[in-house]
């Protein structure tokens, strides 16, 4: 094992990212350079990401984000070991446009690409941040995915749930353009419900019923609807009621599954104290946030909540992923294609 240096190139929603990270030979990595940049203002007057729009913004930046994140390290490509870059899933427009830039590059530089799924990126970003051992739980909840993924190893995944409909960021977007709130939804929905009470709306808790790990987040935002409609004209106490009620039920539906999910896990591995990675942009609902503690702390677990620019998507995430596959000699061929979908 020798210390190594990866490019990371992240551009599968409407981030556009890239990131320098080091891995040491003991396992620890190091982020040298992180930049971002995020296109919510490309998308904010569709209330939603518009795929063509966000594969354009990527054409357009890419090469300066790339530029600075070696800047920002004083470094230039010859300094690295490897390129990585998301080959999906994600927006395939976008993919294409930081795969290709991420081959270009290998090509021009003799370095070795490695090809990275962005899953796979939010999960082992726990291992960057904080250390964390295989093997364990992770949750993610963004805006495209919701998924309990247990951790075996580098490339070994097995989902355990993932949602059948919308995802937990999508769904507290859709709330939010139903009760005419800002975009992104899952802060403003957050806020609204500050001042609401929970207990006026009796929301549904999709499946919680039911034994298997998976989540539904459509019937509630049909069911929000349907209260919304019951007291029109809504006013602002309204909307912040069904903002907080809206809230309630998502932070119940998180809550009892990670509490399943946790106890599956202390059956499967006895002899390990459960850790639970968090990763998502809903990871930065209070709510949220708050609920998974005590879950935590009822089952004894040990909760690894990366910081917020590292749970929201990032190249450091997909360098680091780079780094993980490259260190057991994971490289990837030009031919290596793009994947709008691709489970972990
Ligand atoms: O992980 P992320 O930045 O992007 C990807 O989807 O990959 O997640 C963005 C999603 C959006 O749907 C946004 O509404 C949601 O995360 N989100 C939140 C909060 N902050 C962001 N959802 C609930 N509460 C929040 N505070
Ligand atoms: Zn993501």
């Known amino acids: 094992d020798r210390e190594t240096l990866v490019l990371g190139i992240e551009t599968s929603c409407d981030e556009t990212a890239a990131a320098l990270v080091r891995r040491h030979p003991d396992g620890r990595g190091e982020i040298v350079s992180n930049i971002v940049r995020s296109q919510i203002e490309e998308h904010r007057a569709f209330g939603g990401v518009v795929p063509e729009l966000a594969a354009r913004a990527h054409v357009v930046h890419l090469d300066a984000i790339i530029s600075r994140a070696l800047e920002d390290a004083r470094m230039d490509l010859s300094q690295v070991d490897a390129i990585a870059a998301t080959a999906g899933p994600g927006l395939i427009g976008g993919v294409l446009v930081g795969l290709t830039t991420g081959k270009a590059l290998a090509a021009a530089s003799g370095k070795p690409l490695v090809a990275v799924n962005h899953l796979e990126g939010h999960a082992l970003t726990a291992r960057l941040t904080d250390g964390v051992k295989f093997p364990y739980l992770m949750l993610l909840v963004s805006g495209g995915h919701s998924q309990i993924v247990l951790v075996r190893g580098v490339g070994d995944y097995e989902r355990w749930g993932s949602t059948i409909d919308d995802a937990l960021g999508e ?174």
């Open 171 to 344: 769904a507290f977007d859709k709330a939010a353009k139903l009760l005419g709130l800002g975009y992104p939804g899952g802060p403003e929905v957050e806020k609204a419900a500050q001042k609401g009470e929970a207990k006026r709306f009796d929301l549904p808790r999709p499946l919680l019923r039911e034994k298997r790990l998976d989540f539904s987040f459509s019937g509630l935002k049909t069911a929000l609807r349907l209260a919304a409609e019951s007291v029109a004209p809504v006013t602002d106490t309204d909307i912040a009621d069904l903002c907080a009620s809206f809230q309630a039920a998502v932070t119940d539906i998180v809550a009892v599954r990670s509490k399943q999910a946790l106890e599956r896990f202390a059956a499967e591995y006895p002899d390990s104290a459960p850790t639970y990675v968090v990763a998502g942009g809903g990871a930065a609902n209070a709510a949220i946030g708050g609920a998974l503690r005590d879950v935590a702390a009822r089952t004894g677990t040990h909760l690894v909540v990366p910081p917020p620019a590292l749970c929201t998507d990032n190249g450091a995430m997909i360098a680091w992923a780079g780094a993980e596959r490259f260190a057991l000699g994971l490289t990837d061929g030009f031919d290596v294609a793009a994947r709008p979908r691709w489970p972990l």
